[in-house]
């Protein structure tokens, strides 16, 4: 918990192209992005070792029994940061990072032991009662960041658990179920640009800086979780649009991020295991990913085999997902938490050594399967993008509603054709029609041999099939 409060010491930059460009590329069906060799995706090992998120402990769920009398007074925001040169080659020398060395605490001051004693916090109390405060405002605002931007009298609970520290939380599942559920929330809006998506995307920054390579490092040393290492206003490297797109599509460093480095090792799920072991085990397998997070209950399908080459495995065709599960009941969220989590399973798992080319990790069936399902419109047709998404649309296309001309409804989704005028049709690419593919039931998760309840099983991919789901 230490290395994850410590990567919110830090403020961490982005380059709104890549952003945009990462954004474009992301599939909401299967929850990950697809480049030009194959999908890749934010793992739960990603999250433990470049956040530092804990990957095991308490289930986190944000719950309380009355809120009545945890009203909060106002709003609390940081101060804004000083404005940001785009174009740079070089880290700039002033990044506002702080100096990495956390002090022993002062003495209180009069003023907060008055606090306490007007809320009836007895003295040996007032330290755990700060620490819980400050908890629950980490979390608000660097975990789980809201619209509002207030402090959630629902985390107190689980403050109060990491305070005392009798119990580690579990903060990777919840925090990764509400990056892809922000992420699906901006490729699925109906307006280009433009989402009201609110999650922690700073770990986000922090995923492509590594696999991507899109920030300057920091010039010294520096301790706790990976993604500080591109921490600092002014960290991002510029790419133009162009530049940002054919990054994203061609420049993935896929062994960026891998358990073992220089020798394989066997790891066999069985009592007693250390937390490390465990925490990779449960980031190998499949599953949902619950959490219950501003009064709303979250489930995510989480799907590492179709992006093993994160994970030094050799890539092959993955199947279909069956069941397309995206929220639930209250039971429904310990059942997905208890098989997320799930230990003394009994499997053998061989983790591989560092490929000498992890770039040749996939069978020819998979290239040439990826080959026909990926749509090659970006790698095409990226300036053609580029031109059509900076142009003002006419008054009248403006005022005109879009006219669904032709509806083809298959097995698994529905594919619609838009009209648009002679006129309007002159600013639109030849490649880039005005098509929406809206997926119906299609979803499930992986390993028919953990068949312990809350897994769904896959089925067999075939080109056909897979070609309208991505």
């Known amino acids: 918990m230490a290395d994850a409060i410590y990567a919110s010491l830090y403020t961490y930059d982005r380059n709104k192209g890549v952003i945009r460009a990462f954004c474009e590329s992301w599939c909401p069906t299967t929850n990950t992005i697809h480049t030009a060799f194959g999908e890749a995706s934010l793992s739960l090992w ?3 070792k470049l956040g530092g998120l804990p990957l095991h402990g308490w289930f986190y769920d944000e719950v309380i029994p009355s809120t009545k009398e945890l009203i909060g007074v106002g709003k609390l925001r940081y101060q804004k940061p000083p404005a940001r040169k785009a174009k ?3 880290r700039p020398k002033a990044t506002h990072n702080p100096i990495g060395i956390v002090k022993k605490h002062e003495t209180w001051a009069s003023s907060r032991a008055k606090a306490c004693n007007e809320l009836g916090v007895k003295e040996n109390h007032e330290a755990d009662t700060y620490l819980v405060a400050f908890f629950s405002c980490w979390l608000c605002v660097f975990v789980f960041p809201s619209v509002e931007s207030m402090i959630r009298p629902e985390t107190f609970k689980i403050a109060s658990l990491i305070a005392t520290g009798s119990k580690g939380v579990n903060l990777a599942i919840p925090v990764l179920a509400q990056i892809y559920r922000g992420l699906n929330q901006i490729a ?3 307006q280009a640009g433009s989402s009201d998506a609110c999650f922690p995307i700073h770990y986000v920054y922090g995923w492509l800086g590594y696999y991507f390579e899109t920030h300057f490092s920091t010039p010294q040393e520096v301790i706790g979780p990976s993604m500080v290492k591109f921490s600092g206003e002014g960290g991002a490297k510029y790419f133009s649009e162009p530049e940002a797109r054919n990054l994203i599509h061609t420049k993935l460093v896929w062994d960026a991020n891998l358990y073992s480095k220089n020798r394989g090792e066997i790891i066999i799920d069985t009592r007693p295991l250390d937390p490390l072991r465990h925490d990779y085990l449960v980031s190998v397998r499949s599953s949902y990913l619950p959490v219950r997070c501003h009064n709303t209950i ?12 994160q994970f030094g495995f050799c890539q092959d065709v993955p199947g279909n997902l069956k069941i397309n599960i995206r929220s639930g009941s209250v039971d429904d969220l310990l059942k997905f ?7 003394n399973t009994q499997p053998r798992l061989i983790s591989p050594a560092r490929p000498l080319n992890i770039n040749d990790q996939a069978t020819a069936s998979y290239m040439e399967w990826w ?9 095409h047709s990226i300036e053609a993008l580029i031109f059509s998404t ?3 649309p006419s008054k009248r296309l403006r005022q005109q509603k879009e006219r669904p001309s032709k509806i083809e409804q298959g097995e698994n989704q529905m594919l619609v054709a838009t009209n648009l005028s002679s006129r309007d049709k002159r600013k639109v690419p030849s490649k880039a029609k005005s098509l929406q593919l809206l997926p119906n039931t ?3 998760i992986l390993e028919k041999n953990f068949g312990h309840q809350g897994t769904i099983a896959i089925e067999d991919s075939d080109s056909e099939t897979d070609r309208d789901k991505h």
Do not use: A, M
Request: contains cysteine; proline residues 7%; hydrophobic residues 25%.
């Open 371 to 379: 080959s026909q399902v990926h749509n090659p419109y970006l790698e």
């Open 46 to 48: 990603d999250l433990h």
């Open 337 to 343: 938490w208890q098989t997320c989590t799930l230990s």
């Open 298 to 309: 979250i489930v995510e399908p989480y799907i590492p085999h179709r992006f093993g080459r």
């Open 188 to 190: 699925l809006s109906t």
């Open 442 to 444: 299609e979803q499930g």
């Open 88 to 90: 740079k080659s070089t």
């Open 390 to 392: 900076h142009q003002t």
